[in-house]
């Protein structure tokens, strides 16, 4: 089915068949199912449609049931579905990790099989399949159907070369180094390192998943990765030594870099249904620059400790905040807050974050360091204090303050808790600061850079277009 359209079957079948004759080649783009994940390969998407490519993206029936459809660009994108094992009921089901990832290389590589057949069968095969990184498997299917295989990565280029060094054995875990040197990267301490690095008992599932990314990576005839030649420089030009690595990033919507993809505003769906025009309408009537936003993405989970030191060092701030506090968080606020801070703060259970980000009022950006999130700020030219949570947001956040310097790592005490009079500091030295000042100007020229990467004849839009044209000469 395509995401954008509302016509009967036969209409849709007749108007793609139409669509895809003028298409030189087919990609199948296969998303890892977390929104985090989704949306720079639907945004890759979209740019190589642009260049004349059909692509079908591909992703869960289990995370389909929870997404909310919005508008896309004038580019369709058509879609399809595999099974995961959990098409009933959802991720809830689930028993662990472990459990869910097996069963998700199993039937997953079983139903893309047979979507490979039907595609082939309506006559438009497919001649790439450009695959999320943590589904190493889908590259296996791929071959067997004598398709090329792109690797798609959603970390950055920093935290790969972590991870491969951990695969090819030459980084041993647990750390036992109080400095880690690796090529292309900053000296690193063991707390800048992935949490699953770090603490190498905490996510023993994902560790794995995240370091079986490089299991059959040399077989892949392109690695892709979403950021930009120009923020990662040094560790870019180290892994194109060893692998054809090509940055395509950032991968977020055209309308807040080259604006060349028509009506792209958003990402096109969201897990959560955003509150936009109480955001919107509660920003337009803010000064410049007077805002704190602050969000921890759609996974990461704040303690009530942590959540009540955030809320009144926010209150203690004395600035004016737009909070994203997810529905099943909501019970974690403090007692009272809500009421005490009602003429400053506007709390949501989700918010147009690229929206929020672009808008006139917000000064800074209290950020888990997610990746996505990281690329959203730095290519609007938002600063950030950084309050890592999990994963590869350590390594963000280290970049965000030491290497980018367009924000400030919020201390934690000995719990491993931001406290709130460390959370006012952080905000005000951003707001009012000289540092602060410092901060704004490096992220302004950051997200001038990410505009350059992406527009016509920047690194990974060059990047994309030699993707496109190798694909043709195979299609030919």
């Not at 579905?81 to 590589?109: K, M, N, P």
């Not at 290519?379 to 999990?390: E, K, N, T």
């Not at 970049?399 to 310097?405: E, L, P, Q, S, T």
């Not at 950051?446 to 277009?465: F, H, Y």
């Amino acid at each position: 089915m395509s995401i954008k359209s509302d016509l009967s079957t036969s209409q849709h079948t007749e108007m793609e068949k139409a669509k895809i004759t003028h298409h030189q080649s087919h990609c199948l783009a296969l998303a890892y199912p977390t929104q985090g994940h989704i949306n720079p390969m639907l945004q890759f998407s979209k740019r190589l449609e642009q260049k004349g490519v059909k692509v079908t993206l591909v992703t869960t029936k289990s995370i389909c049931k929870t997404i909310h459809f919005g508008c896309l660009t004038s580019i369709p994108i058509t879609f399809e579905t595999i099974s995961d094992g959990y098409d009933e009921g959802g991720l809830e089901d689930v028993e662990s990790i472990q459990a869910y990832l097996e069963s998700f290389r199993l039937v997953g590589s079983q139903t893309l099989m047979e979507l490979l057949k039907k595609i082939s069968r309506s006559g438009f095969p497919v001649d790439c399949i450009v695959y999320d990184a943590f589904l190493p498997w889908a590259l296996d299917v791929g071959k067997k159907f004598g398709l090329k295989g792109a690797v798609f990565f959603t970390q950055s280029c920093a935290v790969g070369t972590i991870l491969y060094h951990i695969h090819k054995g030459l980084l041993k875990v647990p750390l036992l180094e109080s400095e880690i040197l690796l090529p292309g990267l900053p000296s690193l301490e063991p707390s800048d390192m992935p949490s699953y690095v770090y603490d190498l008992e905490s996510y023993p599932a994902v560790f794995k998943l995240l370091v079986d990314q490089f299991s059959n990576i040399n077989e892949a005839d392109w690695i892709l990765c979403n950021t930009y030649y120009e923020l990662e420089k040094e560790v870019v030009d180290w892994m194109m030594k060893i692998w054809p690595l090509r940055t395509i990033g950032p991968s977020i919507p055209s309308t807040y870099l080259d604006k060349r993809l028509e009506d792209d505003k958003e990402y096109g769906f969201s897990i959560f249904n955003p509150n936009v025009d109480a955001c919107i309408k509660w920003l337009n009537e803010r000064s410049k620059g007077s805002v704190v936003y602050v969000s921890f993405g759609s996974l990461a989970v704040l303690d009530v400790e942590q959540m009540e030191e955030l809320a009144w060092g926010l209150k203690k701030s004395n600035c004016h905040f737009l909070w994203v506090v997810r529905k099943s968080q909501e019970a974690k606020l403090p007692k009272g807050f809500l009421d005490e801070t009602s003429e400053k703060g506007l709390v949501v259970s989700w918010c147009p974050q690229m929206e929020v980000l672009a808008h006139k009022a917000i000064g800074c950006f209290i950020t888990h360091c997610g990746w996505n999130s990281t690329l959203e700020a730095l290519s609007l030219g938002v600063a950030m204090v950084a309050m890592p949570q999990w994963t590869d947001q350590s390594t963000n956040a280290k970049y965000i303050m030491d290497v980018w310097k367009l924000g400030i790592k919020a201390p934690t005490n000995e719990k491993g808790i931001v406290k709130r009079e460390a959370i006012e500091y952080c905000i005000r030295e951003i707001m009012e600061g000289e540092r602060g000042k410092e901060k704004i100007f490096n992220a302004d020229r950051w997200r001038i850079l990410a505009k350059k990467a992406v527009d016509e004849g920047g690194s990974s839009d060059m990047n994309i277009e030699e993707f496109v044209t190798k694909l043709n000469l195979i299609k030919a």
